[in-house]
């Protein structure tokens, strides 16, 4: 079962910030703006399961791959 840490989240974000030849911070700053954008989704079905994840929070790009690698079946 795949499953992230935070360390594990923050060194996944510098390996796609060398992936794709930007800094970290461009790379945290373009994910929180997808979380905000699923946060703030207009689909009923995908603001509750935002909701169920994460309740009324905002989470963090690391926060957000941590809950999110504990829900995928690979």
Do not use: W, Y
């Not at 974000?13 to 030849?21: D, F, Y």
């Not at 905000?36 to 009324?56: S, T």
Request: glycine share 2%; with cysteine; net charge positive.
């Amino acid at each position: 079962m795949l499953h992230f840490r935070k360390k594990n989240s923050r060194e996944l974000i510098k390996q796609v910030a060398k992936l794709h030849g930007c800094s970290v911070a461009e790379i945290r700053e373009e994910m929180q703006l997808a979380i905000e954008e699923a946060r703030n989704n207009d689909d009923p079905d995908k603001k509750a399961e935002f909701q169920r994840l994460f309740g009324d929070k905002t989470p963090t790009p690391e926060e957000f791959i941590c809950k999110i690698s504990k829900s995928l079946k690979i």
